[in-house]
């Protein structure tokens, strides 16, 4: 199903809303796997510093700077996106972002899970499929496609490429965190992912979200930490 027939049914999303979200009906497949773990979740190995990925220097690891809290951005501040709300999992949830203001709902009404803006505008959809895969969409960012295709494993599985906005980025976990960077000789860090225990949170630096990133970034975070089967 397209977003632009989303839009004809947005009254079941609004429902789904005003009931705090909409349930799966189907039971969802952790995969046996620790949900506090943030490379199981992804479907990665289990890795350290020294990735094999070899074009991140190690002065990128540092943790990203925050915002002061102010209004105005600096092309080095960090904007904080919590994903919140749980009804039971990241597939129904609320995003509150600065100052707590809700930016974006996700609802899940099997086999489609929607995400929406504050403006209660469809803006992506997922839909879970067991053949020949699972799909998403990023209206005018991502076509719709296979996740497996979007985020693609690396073959040692230990990172995922994802392309947006005709760039070529990269998923790769840390210590405590997973991370987007760029690729090339010099990666910038854009975002983290850091999991808690009843919440999600992506930081995500001004400079990213100007370059159109925010929306693939939140919508990559349901995916990764969904505890579902992605490839």
Known sequence: MSLNKFENVGYVISNCISNHGCSSSLPLNLLEMN??????????SNTNSSSQYPNLEPSVYGALPYSSGSSNTTPNSVLTFQFTAFNPTILN?????????????????????????????????????????????????????????????????????????????????????????TTGSSADLYAKIIRGNSSVTLQITSQAVQLGLLESCIVAVVLLQSGRRID
């Open 35 to 44: 949900i506090n773990n943030p490379f199981a979740q992804g479907g990665w």
């Open 93 to 181: 949830c609320t995003v509150l972002g600065p100052g707590s203001t809700p930016y974006f709902r996700v609802v899940d009404n099997n086999p489609f899970t929607v995400f929406q803006n504050k403006d209660g505008r469809s803006i992506a959809v997922i839909e879970w499929r067991q053949s020949p895969g699972t799909v998403v969409e990023v209206r005018d960012i991502i076509q719709k496609q296979l996740v497996s295709t979007w985020l693609a494993l690396s073959p040692d599985r230990t990172y995922r490429t994802m392309i947006a906005r005709n760039m070529s980025l990269v998923w790769l976990p840390r210590d405590d965190y997973v991370g987007l960077f």
